[in-house]
C-alpha cells in the first residue's frame, strides 16, 4: 500500500505520513449524538470525534480523503460507512464501546486502505462486518482489529472481498484478548474470491490470547468460483456473466445487506469485460 500512498505524496510536502498531516493541516470536528440519525459526506483530510450516546445510527459517506476518527459508543448504535474514492481513501478509526455497535462497510473502488480498532469493555459488543470490490490496478486494505480489555465483552468480524481483473486485496484482522478480559467470545471470518486468474488476495487473521477462560478462534478462505457451480446455472440457460452475479451476490449477503443503488455498482466491478 505504501507505494500507492506515495502517488498522492505531493499532498503531504514534507510530512511523512497522512496521520502527521491531517493533524497539522486537517479540519477538526466533534459531534455528541444521543438518540439521533446522523448522515456526513467527507473529503479531504479531517480529524473526527464522534460521542454516541442511547440508540441511533451513523451514515458516512467517503469520497478522496484522509480521516482520521476516535467514535466512543455509550449505548447501541449502527455506523453505515459507503468507502468510494475517485483515487485514494485513508481511513483509520479507533472505537471505544461500552454497550454494543455494529460497523457496516462498504468500499468500491479506487485504492482504500480501511482501519477498525474496537476496544471492548465490560460486558460489550461490537460486531464490524465489511466488503471490499477492487478491479483494474487497484488495491485496498482492510483491517479489523479485536481489542477486548474487561470480561464478559464479545465480538464478531466478518470481511468479504471481490477481486476482478489485475487489482489486488488485503484483509487483516487480530483478535487481542487481554488478561483482564475473562469470559471473552470472539470470532474472524475472512473471505476472498478471485474473479481472474490476475487478481491477488492476501488474508491475515491472527489472534493474541492472554486469558484462558476465552472463546475465540478464526476461518479464512481464498478461491474462485467453482466451474460446477457457473457450469450448473449456464446449463439452466442463464449466461456466463449473469451466473457470476448472482453467485457474488449470494457470497457478499453472507455479509450484509445491500440496496439496490449500491448493488448496480458493485455489478460493473464484477463484469467479466
Request: without cysteine; glycine residues 8%.
Amino acid at each position: 500500500m505504501r507505494e500507492f500512498f506515495e502517488r498522492f505524496r505531493y499532498r503531504l510536502g514534507e510530512l511523512d505520513d497522512p496521520r502527521s498531516y491531517v493533524e497539522r493541516y486537517g479540519e477538526n470536528y466533534e459531534f455528541v449524538l444521543k438518540d439521533e440519525t446522523h448522515r456526513r459526506y467527507y473529503v479531504g483530510n479531517n480529524k473526527v470525534i464522534y460521542h454516541l450516546i442511547g440508540k441511533g445510527e451513523l451514515y458516512l459517506y467517503y469520497g478522496e480523503t484522509f480521516n482520521y476518527e476516535t467514535i466512543i459508543v455509550d449505548g447501541d448504535y449502527t455506523i453505515y460507512s459507503l468507502i468510494q474514492p475517485e483515487r485514494f481513501a485513508y481511513i483509520f478509526r479507533d472505537i471505544h464501546v461500552r454497550g454494543k455497535v455494529v460497523v457496516r462497510t462498504i468500499g468500491i473502488g479506487g485504492y482504500i486502505e480501511s482501519t477498525n480498532n474496537l476496544y471492548l469493555y465490560r460486558g460489550s459488543n461490537g460486531d464490524d462486518r465489511g466488503i471490499g470490490f477492487v478491479r483494474d490496478d487497484q488495491v485496498s486494505v482492510y483491517t479489523s482489529n479485536l481489542n477486548h480489555l474487561e470480561p464478559s465483552s464479545s465480538s464478531y468480524s466478518h470481511y468479504r472481498g471481490v477481486a476482478n481483473h489485475n487489482s489486488n486485496i488485503r484483509l487483516n484482522g487480530f483478535i487481542n484478548i487481554s488478561k483482564d478480559a475473562q469470559d471473552s467470545n470472539s470470532f474472524l471470518d475472512q473471505h476472498v474470491i478471485l474473479l481472474k486468474d490476475t487478481a491477488n488476495a492476501f488474508s491475515f487473521p491472527a489472534l493474541k490470547i492472554e486469558n484462558n477462560s476465552v472463546r475465540a478462534s478464526h476461518s479464512a478462505t481464498i478461491s474462485k468460483i467453482p466451474e460446477e457451480m457457473l457450469f450448473y446455472l449456464e446449463t439452466r440457460g442463464i449466461s456466463r456473466e449473469e451466473s457470476i452475479g448472482m453467485l457474488i451476490g449470494g457470497f457478499v449477503s453472507k455479509v450484509m445487506d445491500i440496496d439496490d443503488t449500491t448493488e448496480r455498482i458493485i455489478r460493473s466491478y464484477i463484469s467479466l469485460s
